[in-house]
């Protein structure tokens, strides 16, 4: 039974820093189109300032949206400020995240990510049901929100005066933000709800992790109530610390110090494992909350006094020149570094412990944090934008505040061509359009259009699906190459070879075959959370594609079909295809600029030839540097499906499709150049390699016939 409302606990709204300044915020917005609002972490933007103007007759002609970079962060802070309205999660307040939405026609106030809202723009490019908008946490200057702060802009410049938009953020550079809206107002809310004391470190840790770890300990067993928050950089970062922490106070003397509860959070925590965290511990218990940055903005824990923060992230960077993302370990920002503090002193006085100096806080750390949009792929955002059909957009002068760089745009505008999404004028084409309602990256999208005109929709559908989980395998003990590997070996060998994503379709359609059961996931080392996510998934998707599901139908490797799904993969990812090197294994990417790549070692095994070769051409979803570039997510192709996208690229000119001045593509000869490298005499490591992948491939292939 669903129960509504319940009991806010902690810090009563009342007594929070915002709620002071309630008359003043409702002036300022009644009086203003757009308004920036600065207060402290804790100080109750994200959950009063709604209720506040809620109060005030805001939604009596239309709803309050409040954007939010992160899915978790959403779902909580929806789920709080209905607790503390007394109303059920989806009437009044609710909140709405790709592939989710707890709203209803009752719903007043809605938190969203700013991805959906952006989406909303598509259906309603003047966002009538809003009467306000407030953009939270513009601090984080994610893709969305400075596309949104850009569209806005353009919005509030024309339209009726009845929506107001509001900007909010702890750490924001107000006059920036002001600037960019003609001067708005920028409010300031004085006032802190409990202090937060800083501690630094006096030197520089050798390794973060080890440093983070024993500060945690010395806390847990010198310090008084209250639960940890320690910040690392991802997922095997964070089970390593784990993994640390859990030895050693399993060594401390029984009854020297309080229990503890150690939790991970991430985003590829399955969801109902991610709102642990949000139950309170049991009393004399102590929990350590081990996350990464998606920690950092918005979310409250009641209980967190101690927050450890080794003041590095995990960043994506996107290199237009190279077209690849490399994923890095940075500093992060002194805007991020406030951000975490104010993680702790929400419900309770509280301390943060910087494991680096203050020196370096002062002098090393960046002040604000480097706008995604200048170190992202633009692709699908640059669809959006021409999708609006908004006549007066360029995307190549659209109003952003901190443009990104003309080499990304023109990357991302020669993307969508290949991909038919535009024309050469740069127009928009009757297929982007479809591409962008799609609420997938324009390659996925352009893999579903391709399949539904081959007749192959059904399958195309599962593997976008499947490739929306975050993460599908159970850790394995064993290396997750090979655990793949022994799962497609042991009951899926009619598509072995092709590749992740006709292995993706069959993992999807052996599951169907047996009713859906939670049982064969455990068995074959899949998690059935993201299975049933991808069900969902497939659902919505069907729904949007108007696709009447008339059941799956098992792969078969010889069935035509299949050979259409994955000319529609190739399709697709014509902007992503590789061709083998013509003596190994090594693949040479097209485009702009070419890359000598591998297959990412967690990738399926592919089939080989006799002479331990793997398939001359292949696309991938992504390009990888970690170390060395690899390509990841990868599809057995032939060449001849492949010419479309090679004419392409000889003739690609961006003049036209940006409007703007040009870099052109590599001509039809240089890439007939690519066709053809030159022969590279095998090292004996590589001739070691073809010998034991041929060998591989011979064992199954003879277990196969079997
Ligand atoms: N889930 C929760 N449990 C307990 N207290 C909460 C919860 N959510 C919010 N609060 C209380 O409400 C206060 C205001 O939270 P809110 O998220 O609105 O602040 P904010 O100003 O938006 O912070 P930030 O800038 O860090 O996002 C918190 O400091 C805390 O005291």
């Given at each position: 039974?669903?129960?509504?409302?319940?009991?806010?606990s902690?810090?009563?709204?009342?007594?929070?820093?915002?709620?002071?300044?309630?008359?003043?915020i409702?002036?300022?917005?009644?009086?203003?189109?757009?308004v920036?609002?600065?207060?402290?972490?804790?100080?109750?933007?994200?959950?009063?300032?709604?209720?506040?103007?809620?109060?005030?007759?805001?939604?009596?002609?239309?709803?309050?949206?409040?954007t939010?970079?992160?899915?978790?962060?959403a779902?909580?802070?929806?789920?709080?400020?209905?607790?503390?309205?007394?109303?059920?999660?989806?009437?009044?307040?609710?909140?709405?995240?790709?592939?989710?939405?707890?709203?209803?026609?009752?719903?007043?106030?809605?938190?969203?990510?700013?991805?959906?809202?952006?989406?909303?723009?598509l259906?309603d490019?003047?966002?009538?049901?809003?009467?306000?908008?407030?953009?939270?946490?513009?601090?984080?200057?994610?893709?969305?929100t400075?596309?949104?702060?850009?569209?806005?802009?353009?919005l509030?410049?024309?339209?009726?005066?009845?929506?107001?938009?509001v900007?909010?953020?702890?750490?924001?550079?107000?006059?920036?933000?002001?600037?960019?809206?003609?001067?708005c107002?920028?409010?300031?809310?004085?006032?802190?709800l409990?202090?937060?004391?800083?501690?630094?470190?006096?030197?520089?840790?050798?390794?973060?992790?080890?440093?983070?770890?024993?500060?945690?300990?010395?806390i847990?067993?010198?310090?008084?109530?209250?639960?940890?928050?320690?910040?690392?950089?991802?997922?095997?970062?964070?089970?390593?610390?784990?993994?640390?922490?859990?030895?050693?106070?399993?060594?401390?003397?029984?009854?020297?110090?309080?229990?503890?509860?150690?939790?991970p959070?991430?985003?590829?925590?399955?969801p109902?494992?991610?709102?642990?965290?949000?139950?309170?511990?049991?009393?004399?218990?102590?929990?350590i909350i081990?996350?990464?940055?998606?920690?950092?903005?918005?979310?409250?824990?009641?209980?967190?006094?101690?927050?450890?923060?080794?003041?590095?992230?995990?960043q994506?960077?996107?290199?237009?020149?190279?077209?690849?993302?490399?994923?890095?370990?940075?500093?992060?920002?002194?805007?991020?570094a406030?951000?975490?503090?104010?993680?702790?002193?929400?419900?309770?006085?509280?301390?943060?412990?910087?494991?680096?100096?203050?020196?370096?806080?002062?002098?090393?750390?960046?002040?604000?944090?480097?706008?995604?949009?200048?170190?992202s792929?633009?692709?699908?955002?640059?669809?959006?934008?021409?999708?609006?059909?908004?006549?007066?957009?360029?995307?190549?002068?659209?109003?952003?505040?901190?443009?990104?760089?003309?080499?990304?745009?023109?990357?991302?505008?020669?993307?969508?061509?290949?991909?038919?999404?535009?024309?050469?004028?740069?127009?928009?084409?009757?297929?982007?359009?479809?591409?962008a309602?799609?609420?997938?990256?324009?390659?996925?999208?352009?893999?579903?259009?391709?399949?539904?005109?081959?007749?192959?929709?059904?399958?195309?559908?599962?593997?976008?699906?499947?490739?929306?989980?975050?993460?599908?395998?159970?850790?394995s003990p064993?290396?997750?190459?090979s655990?793949?590997?022994?799962?497609?070996?042991?009951?899926?060998?009619?598509g072995?070879?092709?590749?992740?994503?006709?292995?993706?379709l069959?993992?999807?359609?052996?599951?169907?075959?047996?009713?859906?059961?939670?049982?064969?996931?455990?068995?074959?080392?899949?998690?059935?959370?993201s299975m049933?996510?991808a069900?969902?998934?497939?659902?919505?998707?069907?729904?949007?594609?108007?696709?009447?599901?008339?059941?799956?139908?098992?792969?078969?490797?010889k069935d035509?079909?299949?050979?259409?799904?994955?000319?529609?993969?190739?399709?697709?990812?014509?902007n992503?295809?590789?061709?083998?090197?013509?003596?190994?294994?090594?693949?040479?990417?097209?485009?702009?600029?070419?890359?000598?790549?591998?297959?990412?070692?967690s990738?399926?095994?592919?089939?080989?030839?006799?002479?331990?070769?793997?398939?001359e051409?292949v696309?991938y979803?992504?390009?990888?540097?970690?170390g060395?570039?690899?390509?990841?997510n990868?599809?057995?192709?032939?060449?001849?499906?492949?010419?479309?996208?090679?004419?392409?690229?000889?003739k690609?000119?961006?003049?036209?499709?940006?409007?703007?001045?040009?870099?052109?593509?590599?001509?039809?000869?240089?890439e007939?150049k690519?066709?053809?490298?030159?022969?590279?005499?095998?090292?004996?490591?590589?001739?070691?390699?073809?010998?034991?992948?041929?060998?591989?491939?011979?064992?199954?292939?003879?277990?196969?016939t079997?």
């Amino acid at each position: 039974m669903q129960t509504c409302g319940g009991q806010a606990s902690s810090a009563l709204a009342c007594e929070l820093p915002v709620t002071r300044y309630e008359k003043e915020i409702v002036d300022v917005v009644k009086k203003n189109d757009v308004v920036v609002i600065i207060g402290e972490t804790g100080s109750g933007k994200t959950t009063q300032i709604s209720q506040i103007l809620h109060h005030a007759g805001s939604t009596e002609f239309g709803v309050i949206a409040i954007t939010q970079p992160r899915r978790v962060a959403a779902v909580s802070v929806a789920r709080r400020v209905a607790s503390e309205m007394k109303v059920c999660l989806g009437e009044e307040v609710g909140y709405s995240i790709r592939f989710e939405d707890r709203t209803s026609e009752k719903t007043r106030i809605k938190y969203l990510t700013d991805g959906c809202l952006l989406r909303e723009f598509l259906s309603d490019a003047e966002l009538k049901q809003y009467s306000v908008i407030i953009l939270d946490e513009a601090h984080e200057r994610s893709l969305n929100t400075d596309i949104l702060l850009g569209l806005l802009k353009r919005l509030c410049g024309r339209k009726s005066p009845d929506l107001k938009i509001v900007i909010t953020s702890a750490t924001l550079e107000g006059e920036k933000f002001s600037t960019f809206f003609f001067g708005c107002p920028v409010m300031k809310i004085p006032g802190k709800l409990f202090p937060v004391e800083i501690l630094y470190s006096t030197q520089e840790p050798v390794n973060y992790i080890e440093s983070a770890v024993q500060t945690a300990l010395e806390i847990h067993t010198q310090k008084g109530p209250g639960d940890i928050l320690l910040f690392l950089t991802g997922k095997e970062e964070i089970e390593k610390a784990i993994m640390k922490l859990e030895d050693r106070i399993r060594q401390l003397e029984e009854g020297s110090c309080m229990d503890a509860i150690i939790l991970p959070l991430h985003a590829s925590l399955e969801p109902e494992l991610q709102v642990r965290v949000f139950t309170p511990s049991p009393p004399s218990c102590r929990r350590i909350i081990v996350a990464t940055n998606i920690a950092e903005t918005s979310l409250t824990v009641d209980g967190v006094v101690f927050v450890i923060d080794p003041g590095v992230v995990k960043q994506h960077q996107y290199s237009p020149m190279t077209g690849m993302y490399s994923l890095v370990v940075v500093k992060i920002s002194r805007v991020q570094a406030t951000q975490r503090a104010g993680r702790a002193g929400r419900t309770r006085p509280g301390k943060c412990y910087r494991l680096y100096t203050e020196a370096v806080f002062e002098n090393e750390l960046p002040p604000v944090t480097m706008p995604e949009i200048q170190r992202s792929s633009l692709a699908g955002a640059v669809l959006h934008l021409k999708s609006l059909d908004l006549k007066d957009i360029n995307v190549l002068e659209f109003e952003y505040l901190d443009p990104p760089s003309r080499s990304s745009l023109e990357d991302a505008l020669q993307k969508l061509f290949i991909i038919d999404a535009i024309q050469e004028d740069g127009s928009i084409t009757h297929l982007g359009r479809r591409m962008a309602v799609l609420p997938l990256e324009p390659s996925l999208s352009r893999m579903l259009l391709a399949a539904e005109e081959a007749g192959c929709l059904s399958e195309a559908l599962t593997i976008a699906a499947m490739l929306s989980c975050e993460s599908l395998f159970l850790p394995s003990p064993k290396k997750s190459a090979s655990h793949k590997r022994d799962l497609e070996f042991k009951s899926l060998p009619d598509g072995m070879g092709l590749g992740d994503h006709i292995q993706l379709l069959q993992i999807y359609e052996k599951w169907h075959e047996d009713g859906y059961n939670a049982e064969w996931c455990k068995e074959h080392g899949v998690k059935i959370r993201s299975m049933m996510f991808a069900r969902e998934v497939r659902r919505q998707l069907s729904q949007i594609m108007k696709w009447e599901d008339k059941g799956l139908s098992r792969y078969r490797r010889k069935d035509p079909k299949m050979l259409a799904l994955r000319k529609a993969i190739c399709t697709g990812f014509s902007n992503h295809l590789a061709h083998r090197m013509q003596q190994h294994n090594g693949f040479r990417t097209l485009g702009a600029k070419t890359h000598l790549v591998q297959i990412h070692p967690s990738a399926c095994s592919m089939e080989v030839d006799d002479d331990g070769l793997l398939p001359e051409w292949v696309v991938y979803n992504e390009l990888v540097n970690v170390g060395r570039p690899f390509i990841r997510n990868v599809c057995a192709v032939k060449g001849s499906w492949c010419q479309p996208a090679l004419m392409k690229l000889s003739k690609l000119s961006v003049t036209k499709l940006g409007g703007a001045q040009s870099s052109t593509l590599p001509s039809v000869e240089k890439e007939q150049k690519v066709e053809k490298p030159a022969i590279e005499p095998l090292s004996a490591t590589q001739k070691d390699l073809v010998a034991a992948a041929r060998e591989r491939f011979l064992a199954r292939k003879q277990a196969r016939t079997k």
